[in-house]
C-alpha cells in the first residue's frame, strides 16, 4: 500500500511539476515575446525620435559632427546607437570602435531599409559586443531627400526582458511553494485513503486463511468507509457460514462415529479419505493410521477389495453380503455407493459395512431351534406312540407290563408338557410378551419359596438345602422371574446332585448389585461344556438329563432372563466336585 501511495504521490508530483514548469516557459516566452515587442516598438519610436531631432543637413559635409550630436544623444539615452554610412562602413557606435567593425550594408534591419520599409527591426547576437540584442534600423535623409546614412538604435535583449525575468523568478518561487503545498496536502489524503485500503486489505488476507475475526475500524471518506462496513458484513457472515460448517461438520462427525455401521469414504485417487471406529472395529484394522493410504494396502479382505474395485470401475453401486476372516469370521453386508459431483463424475466412494454376524447366527439359531424342537418333540412322542402302541398290540393283557407302561407313558408325556411350557416360555420372553410387574423384593424371601417348592424334590434326595442371606438385599425386579431364575438354578442343583449332597444358596449385595449363589457339590460340569450350557436343548449328558425330566431350556431361560435385567451370570465348576453359579443383578432397575 505504501507503493500506491507513494506512486500516486510521484505520479501526481510530477504531472504538477511538468505543468508547472510548461505553464513557466509559456508565460515566460508569452511575457518575453510581449516585452520584447513592447520594447520593440518603444525602441523604433525612440529611433524615429532621435532621427527627427538629429540635424541632417548639418551632416553633408562634415560627419565628425554626427559623432557630436550623437555623443550628446547617447548621453540620455542607454541604447547603442550606430550611425552607417550608406555604403556600410560604421560612421558611429557607442559600443564599439569604429574601425574594427565590418561593413553593416548586410545586415537586415539595414537589408529592410533599404527595400523600402520605414524601420528595419532584427534581433540577434551581436558579432561585434556578443551580446543578444535587437535592432531598429531607420534611413537618414537630408533636405534635397538624399540618403546620407542609416541610423540604429539596438538594446540588450536580457535587458528588455529583465522585468519578465524578475516576474517569472516570482512566479517560478510561487509554483514551488504551491508544488510543496499540493505535496503536504496529496500526502495527507492520499494517507486517508492508502491507510484504510492497508486495513482492508489486512482484513482481506485474514478471511482468505479463515480468521474471520478482524474488522474495520477506520475512519476515512464516506465511500471508502462503506467498502470497510461491506467488507465487515461480508467477513460476519463468512463467519456465521462457517460457524454454521463447523457445526454440521461436528454434527456429521458424530454421527458418522455413533453408527453401528462401518463408513469409509475413498477418494477418486483410491485413498481412503475417512473412517469411522465401528470401521476399524469391523476390518480389525486401525485404519485412522492409514488415511491417505489406498484402500488396496489399507484392507485385508480381498472379497471387499474386489467390491471397492469393482464399483470404482463400474461406477456403479454394489451390494454383497461377504464373509470377513480377518481378524474374525464375519458375515457383513457390504454396499459401495459412488457419489457424484454436478458434472456426474465419481468424487468419492462410500463404503459401508454392517455386521450381520449376529443377525446371521440369530437366524442359525432360530432354524436350528425349529430343527432341535422337533427333535426334541419326537423323542417323547415317539416314546408314547411306541408304548401305547404295544400296549394296544396286547401288552395290555400283562398288568405288570401295563402299569410299567403307563408310568413310561405319563413320564414322557410330562416331560412333554414341561418341555412345551419351557419352549412357550421362551418365545414369549423372547417376543417381549411378559410384562413384568417391577416391584422391591428381598431375594431372601424368594429364595425360602423356591426350597419350599422344591423341597420334596431336595427331602427325596436328602440334599442339604442352606440359604445364607449375608446382608438383607432388595432388589427392583418382577419377582417371578428372578422366582423362575432361583427355581431353574436350585432345581439343576438338585437334579445334578447325588443324594446326601449339598447345596448353598447365597445372598449379598455390591455398591449396585445383588449378587446371588447357587453352589453344588454334585456332578459338576466338564470344561469343554462350560460355555455351552446356556445354549438351547444343550445337556452334557442326554440320557441323563432326559431321565432327570430336564428339557435342556433350563439354563437359556436364565440367562435370557438375567441378561434381560441387565445382569449377567458366571459359571465356576469342576467334574464331580461340584458348580458354582453366580448371578449379579443391577439393585435398582432401569
Ligand atoms: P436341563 O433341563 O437338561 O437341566 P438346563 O438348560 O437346565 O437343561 O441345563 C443344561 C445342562 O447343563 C444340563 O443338561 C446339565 O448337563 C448341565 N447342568 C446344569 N446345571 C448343572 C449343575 N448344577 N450341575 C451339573 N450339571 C449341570
Not at 232 to 238: E, G, Q, R
Not at 420 to 427: K, T, Y
Not at 451 to 477: F, G, P, S, Y
Amino acid at each position: 500500500m505504501k507503493q500506491l501511495r507513494a506512486r500516486i504521490l510521484g505520479f501526481f508530483m510530477l504531472v504538477l511539476v511538468l505543468f508547472t514548469l510548461l505553464f513557466l516557459y509559456l508565460i515566460s516566452s508569452i511575457l518575453q515575446r510581449q516585452a520584447i515587442e513592447q520594447q520593440g516598438e518603444d525602441l523604433q519610436s525612440q529611433l524615429l525620435t532621435l532621427s527627427s531631432q538629429l540635424d541632417a543637413t548639418q551632416f553633408e559635409d562634415d560627419l565628425d559632427l554626427v559623432d557630436l550630436q550623437l555623443d550628446q544623444t547617447a548621453e540620455v539615452i542607454t541604447e547603442r546607437i550606430t550611425f552607417i554610412s550608406p555604403e556600410g562602413e560604421v560612421i558611429y557606435d557607442t559600443r564599439a570602435q569604429e574601425e574594427t567593425l565590418e561593413n553593416h550594408l548586410d545586415r537586415p534591419e539595414i537589408q529592410q531599409v533599404l527595400e523600402g520599409e520605414s524601420i528595419g527591426t532584427f534581433n540577434r547576437t551581436s558579432e561585434s559586443t556578443g551580446e543578444v540584442l535587437y535592432y531598429a534600423a531607420t534611413d537618414f535623409v537630408n533636405a534635397e531627400g538624399e540618403l546620407i546614412g542609416f541610423l540604429r538604435l539596438s538594446k540588450n535583449v536580457e535587458e528588455m526582458g529583465g522585468l519578465t525575468d524578475q516576474f517569472i523568478q516570482t512566479l517560478a518561487l510561487f509554483m514551488v511553494i504551491s508544488i510543496l503545498v499540493a505535496l503536504l496536502f496529496t500526502n495527507y489524503w492520499t494517507k486517508r485513503i492508502s491507510d484504510p485500503i492497508e486495513k482492508m486489505k489486512q482484513i482481506t488476507e485474514r478471511l482468505r486463511i479463515q480468521d474471520y475475526s478482524s474488522r474495520y475500524r477506520e475512519h476515512s471518506y464516506k465511500e471508502i468507509d462503506e467498502l470497510g462496513l461491506a467488507i465487515n458484513h461480508l467477513a460476519m457472515n463468512l463467519d456465521y457460514q462457517m460457524q454454521e460448517i463447523n457445526q454440521n461438520q461436528t454434527q456429521l462427525k458424530e454421527l458418522v462415529n455413533h453408527l453401528v455401521i462401518g463408513v469409509m469414504v475413498v477418494d477418486n485417487y483410491g485413498n481412503i479419505s475417512m473412517v469411522n471406529p465401528v470401521m476399524n472395529e469391523i476390518v480389525g484394522e486401525d485404519l485412522y493410521g492409514k488415511i491417505g493410504m489406498s484402500y488396496e494396502e489399507g484392507l485385508h479382505s480381498t472379497a471387499l477389495i474386489d467390491l471397492i474395485t469393482r464399483a470404482i470401475q463400474e461406477r456403479s453401486l454394489q451390494n454383497k453380503e461377504t464373509t470377513l476372516l480377518y481378524p474374525e469370521e464375519k458375515v457383513v453386508d457390504v454396499n459401495v455407493v459412488p457419489i457424484l459431483n454436478q458434472s456426474k463424475e465419481t468424487i468419492n466412494h462410500i463404503v459401508l459395512l454392517y455386521d450381520i454376524t449376529e443377525i446371521r447366527r440369530l437366524e442359525k439359531v432360530r432354524t436350528d431351534f425349529v430343527a432341535n424342537v422337533s427333535h426334541e418333540l419326537r423323542t417323547p412322542i415317539t416314546a408314547v406312540k411306541g408304548f401305547a402302541e404295544t400296549l394296544l398290540d396286547g401288552a395290555l393283557e400283562d398288568e405288570e407290563v401295563l402299569v410299567e407302561f403307563l408310568k413310561i407313558i405319563h413320564k414322557e408325556s410330562t416331560r412333554l408338557d414341561l418341555m412345551v411350557q419351557d419352549i412357550l416360555q421362551l418365545s414369549r420372553l423372547e417376543q417381549h410378551k411378559v410384562r413384568g410387574v417391577i416391584q422391591d423384593v428381598r431375594i431372601k424371601d424368594v429364595a425360602d419359596e423356591v426350597r419350599n417348592i422344591l423341597h420334596q424334590k431336595v427331602d427325596l434326595k436328602q440334599i442339604t438345602l442352606n440359604v445364607v442371606e449375608k446382608e438383607a438385599v432388595v432388589m427392583e425386579i418382577d419377582r417371578d422371574q428372578l422366582k423362575q431364575i432361583l427355581i431353574n438354578l436350585i432345581g439343576n442343583a438338585v437334579t445334578y446332585t447325588p443324594n446326601k449332597g449339598w447345596i448353598g444358596v447365597t445372598i449379598d449385595r455390591t455398591d449396585h448389585e445383588a449378587v446371588i449363589t447357587v453352589s453344588d457339590n454334585g456332578l459338576g460340569i466338564p470344561k469343554e461344556s462350560q460355555s455351552r450350557i446356556f445354549e438351547r436343548f444343550y445337556r452334557v449328558d442326554k440320557a441323563r438329563s432326559r431321565n432327570a425330566g430336564g428339557t435342556g431350556l433350563g439354563l437359556a431361560i436364565v440367562k435370557w432372563l438375567i441378561e434381560n435385567n441387565q445382569g449377567r451370570i458366571t459359571l465356576d465348576s469342576e467334574e464331580n466336585k461340584g458348580s458354582t453359579f453366580t448371578i449379579w443383578l443391577p439393585l435398582k432397575h432401569e
